[in-house]
């Protein structure tokens, strides 16, 4: 596999090149939070408090915007008074009706799957919000059904836009009086994504640089990125999605305890100590990323568990299996990479490693000589 390591040091050459139409806009996360505030409480989605707290919140979104679901289902976490369900196809579930509210998502305001569900549900008389691009299918139909509408504001790819479409979501659920989201917690998102843009910066040299170090770690492994609490889960499926959109590159998403409870069996496979007679056991992890990669050309590809801890939000029979997990990947050879959430709200949390893995994506492209703007190949699936 081609690594280009050199390139993550050469700031010249990324300021340069393709990742220079992507970094800014990675790194304008704070100022969407900041912004997405304001615009949805200008667009009136308190509106949708009116008629008080719903039975249930369904969050339709496809593609990347379908990720706007997990970031307030985390926020809103288990302790919530409703269920907070994300819905990724056609039409609506059954069971939605009056009681309900549906909010739908799409960063191109065209998605065919998120057009029929708002059609849906105006016809059952849910209560509706949308957020989209303005003058596209899904404004129409918000306007069509009365619905608050956040528009979309800056031109940005996609796969950079989630804080622009999960927020106005998070203040919608908080007038619906489902979680308790303060200004402060609002704030603290938004100044955890302002620390780990400047840490993750061009400029930041690899052995400082978070990002620049992890895309060199997952760089020639199969990640396997673990989440150990809601929030964690949700960014493990963000990383695996950044990395697919940016470096075209595979990532296997999992949880503990389920379905790590399977995915362990990973570790005896194939990508893990099956890989040479026996296994190899435990590779120091500073050697490991030092080494001369080219003189590992024909080195095959293994598994690296990315295990996402959440301290204070972990239960802790499931700290006592992610510490058992670390030491059967060690006796397996498998590697580790363990990254912690910090800050006190779970949007805070969330943001610290959503705000890492944007950054790990764009640079691991570049270390793999792939092109991080390259617009994926969903367009050949009819979107």
Same mark, same amino acid.
């Given at each position: 596999?081609?690594?280009?390591?050199?390139?993550?040091?050469?700031?010249?050459?990324?300021?340069?090149?393709?990742?220079?139409?992507?970094?800014?806009? =990675? !790194?304008?996360?704070?100022l969407q939070v900041r912004q997405s505030?304001?615009? *949805?409480? /200008? @667009?009136?989605? $308190? &509106? %949708?408090?009116?008629?008080?707290?719903?039975?249930?919140?369904?969050?339709?979104?496809?593609?990347?915007?379908?990720?706007?679901?997990?970031?307030?289902?985390?926020?809103?976490?288990?302790?919530?008074?409703?269920?907070?369900?994300?819905?990724?196809?056609?039409?609506?579930?059954?069971?939605?009706?009056?009681?309900?509210?549906?909010?739908?998502?799409?960063?191109?305001?065209?998605?065919?799957?998120?057009?029929?569900?708002?059609?849906?549900?105006?016809?059952?008389?849910?209560?509706?919000?949308?957020?989209?691009?303005?003058?596209?299918?899904?404004?129409?139909?918000?306007?069509?059904?009365?619905?608050?509408?956040?528009?979309?504001?800056?031109?940005?790819?996609?796969?950079?836009?989630?804080?622009?479409?999960?927020?106005?979501?998070? =203040? !919608?659920?908080?007038?619906?009086?489902?979680?308790?989201?303060?200004?402060? *917690?609002? /704030? @603290?998102?938004? $100044? &955890? %994504?302002?620390?780990?843009?400047?840490?993750?910066?061009?400029?930041?040299?690899?052995?400082?640089?978070?990002?620049?170090?992890?895309?060199?770690?997952?760089?020639?492994?199969?990640?396997?990125?673990?989440?150990?609490?809601?929030?964690?889960?949700?960014?493990?499926?963000?990383?695996?999605?950044?990395?697919?959109?940016?470096?075209?590159?595979?990532?296997?998403?999992?949880?503990?305890?389920?379905?790590?409870?399977?995915?362990?069996?990973?570790?005896?496979?194939?990508?893990?100590?099956?890989?040479?007679?026996?296994?190899?056991?435990?590779?120091?992890?500073?050697?490991?990323?030092?080494?001369?990669?080219?003189?590992?050309?024909?080195?095959?590809?293994?598994?690296?568990?990315?295990?996402?801890?959440?301290?204070?939000?972990?239960?802790?029979?499931?700290?006592?299996?992610?510490?058992?997990?670390?030491?059967?990947? *060690?006796?397996?050879?498998?590697?580790?990479?363990?990254?912690?959430?910090?800050?006190?709200?779970?949007?805070?949390?969330?943001?610290?490693?959503?705000?890492?893995?944007?950054?790990?994506?764009?640079?691991?492209?570049?270390?793999?000589?792939?092109?991080?703007?390259q617009a994926p190949t969903v367009r050949?699936?009819?979107?």
């Amino acid at each position: 596999m081609y690594l280009d390591e050199a390139i993550l040091d050469d700031t010249a050459r990324i300021d340069s090149g393709n990742a220079a139409a992507l970094l800014p806009h =990675v !790194a304008s996360a704070a100022l969407q939070v900041r912004q997405s505030v304001i615009l *949805a409480e /200008e @667009a009136g989605v $308190a &509106r %949708l408090g009116a008629d008080g707290r719903p039975r249930a919140v369904l969050v339709a979104g496809v593609g990347g915007s379908s990720l706007a679901a997990g970031v307030l289902a985390a926020v809103a976490g288990p302790a919530s008074p409703v269920p907070v369900i994300g819905h990724h196809a056609h039409g609506l579930p059954g069971w939605v009706g009056v009681s309900d509210v549906v909010l739908a998502v799409s960063a191109s305001g065209t998605s065919a799957e998120t057009c029929s569900v708002v059609e849906e549900a105006d016809r059952r008389g849910a209560r509706i919000g949308v957020v989209a691009p303005p003058d596209t299918p899904l404004a129409h139909l918000a306007a069509l059904a009365g619905a608050p509408f956040v528009p979309l504001v800056g031109q940005r790819p996609a796969r950079a836009m989630l804080w622009s479409l999960a927020v106005p979501l998070l =203040v !919608a659920v908080r007038e619906l009086g489902i979680v308790r989201l303060g200004a402060d *917690a609002v /704030e @603290a998102a938004a $100044a &955890r %994504l302002e620390e780990v843009a400047t840490r993750c910066r061009s400029s930041s040299e690899s052995f400082v640089n978070p990002a620049k170090t992890l895309a060199l770690e997952l760089a020639g492994s199969l990640p396997l990125v673990w989440g150990t609490s809601a929030v964690t889960s949700v960014a493990a499926e963000h990383a695996a999605a950044q990395l697919a959109t940016s470096a075209k590159y595979p990532a296997i998403v999992g949880a503990l305890p389920h379905p790590g409870h399977h995915q362990v069996a990973l570790f005896d496979g194939p990508f893990g100590a099956g890989l040479t007679a026996g296994g190899t056991g435990a590779r120091d992890d500073l050697e490991d990323f030092f080494r001369d990669r080219i003189e590992d050309e024909e080195e095959s590809i293994r598994l690296r568990l990315i295990l996402l801890r959440d301290p204070g939000a972990e239960r802790s029979e499931v700290g006592r299996q992610a510490e058992a997990a670390i030491a059967v990947a *060690a006796e397996r050879g498998v590697g580790v990479t363990e990254l912690r959430a910090e800050g006190a709200g779970p949007l805070e949390r969330l943001a610290s490693l959503i705000g890492l893995f944007d950054f790990t994506a764009v640079y691991a492209a570049l270390a793999l000589g792939i092109d991080p703007t390259q617009a994926p190949t969903v367009r050949d699936l009819g979107r």
